[in-house]
C-alpha cells in the first residue's frame, strides 16, 4: 500500500520491495543489525523527497536514511516494516565558487567525488575520512564525521554553510544561503586569499572568537594554498 503511494508519487522504478532492496539498504557494514523494510525509495529531486516524507507520515511509518552505511553503529539500518530513503540519485555537485570559496553538493554525492571536485577548481574541501570514497555528504554532515584532518579544520558541521533540510512531515526548510561568505557572516572576513603575513597578522588583531578568523574554518571549500595560512 504505502509502496504503491510512493511509487505513484517518485516513479515505479525508484521504488524496490522484497528481495530487490539490495544488502546495503538492510544490514549495517558490521553485519550486527539487518531488518526488513517495506520499501526502499530513491527520490531524484528535494520534491519528491518531500512526498514520501508526507505519505510516510501520514501512514505513520518511520523512515530512516541509507547513505553510504559506512556509521558503523547500525543507525542507517531502517526499522522492519519502515521506509528505507536512498540519496543516491541526488548526487549532483554543482557550482564551486572561488570567489566565496563555497560548494553546493547535493547529500548523496560521495565525498571523495566532493573532494575531487574541488581539488579539481584548485581548491580543497578539508573533510577526509577511510570511508571517502563510500561516505555521502548527507551522511557525514549527519553524524558530524571528523577524520584525519580534524585537528587542522574542525568537523564537517564546522564546514556547513547551509542546508536544505526535509522535516518528517515534509516540510521544505530551504536554510540555504546563497550569499558570499562576507554576507553569510557578521563582521570581517577573513579571505582565503591572504598572504600568510596578513593572515598571521589578522590573527594577532583578533580574538580567537573573531567571525573573520571563523570563517576560515567554516567555509566548505578552500584553496589548497590556505592550508598554509589558515592556521598558526
Ligand atoms: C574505514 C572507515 C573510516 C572511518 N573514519 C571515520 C573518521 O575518521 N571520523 C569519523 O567521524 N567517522 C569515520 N567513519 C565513520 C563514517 O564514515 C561516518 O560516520 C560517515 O559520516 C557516515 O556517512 P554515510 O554516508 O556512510 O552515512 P550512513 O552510515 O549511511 O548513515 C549514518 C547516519 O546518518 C544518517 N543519514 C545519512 N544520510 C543522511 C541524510 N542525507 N540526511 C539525514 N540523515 C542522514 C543515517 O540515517 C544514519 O543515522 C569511518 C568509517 C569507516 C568505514
Excluded at 156 to 183: H, N, Q, Y
Aim: net charge negative; glycine share 12%.
Amino acid at each position: 500500500m504505502i509502496a504503491a503511494q510512493i511509487a505513484a508519487a517518485i516513479g515505479a522504478a525508484h521504488v524496490l520491495t522484497g528481495a530487490d532492496i539490495g544488502e546495503h539498504y538492510r544490514i549495517d557494514i558490521g553485519r550486527k543489525f539487518s531488518a526488513h523494510p517495506v520499501c526502499l525509495a530513491k527520490p531524484g529531486s528535494v520534491e519528491e523527497v518531500s512526498a514520501v516524507l508526507q505519505l510516510a507520515h501520514a501512514a505513520a511509518i518511520a523512515v530512516t536514511v541509507v547513505g553510504g552505511q559506512t556509521g558503523t553503529c547500525g543507525a542507517a539500518v531502517p526499522n522492519d516494516g519502515g521506509i528505507a530513503l536512498s540519496l543516491e540519485r541526488m548526487k549532483f555537485v554543482g557550482e564551486i565558487d572561488l570567489l566565496s570559496m563555497t560548494m553546493e553538493v547535493e547529500a548523496g554525492a560521495i565525498l571523495q567525488v566532493a573532494q575531487e571536485a574541488a581539488e579539481a577548481k584548485g581548491a580543497l574541501l578539508p573533510l577526509d575520512l577511510g570511508s571517502r570514497g563510500s561516505a555521502t555528504i548527507g551522511g557525514v554532515i549527519a553524524t558530524n564525521a571528523g577524520g584525519n584532518r580534524v585537528l587542522r579544520w574542525g568537523m564537517m558541521r564546522d564546514m556547513v554553510l547551509g542546508l536544505e533540510a526535509v522535516l518528517a512531515d515534509g516540510t521544505i526548510l530551504p536554510c540555504f544561503p546563497r550569499g558570499k561568505k562576507s554576507e553569510i557572516a557578521c563582521g570581517d572576513c577573513v579571505s582565503i586569499q591572504q598572504t600568510a603575513a596578513e593572515c598571521a597578522e589578522s590573527k594577532e588583531s583578533n580574538s580567537p572568537s573573531s567571525s573573520g578568523e571563523r570563517m576560515v574554518w567554516k567555509s566548505p571549500v578552500f584553496r589548497s594554498s590556505s592550508v598554509s595560512v589558515s592556521n598558526i
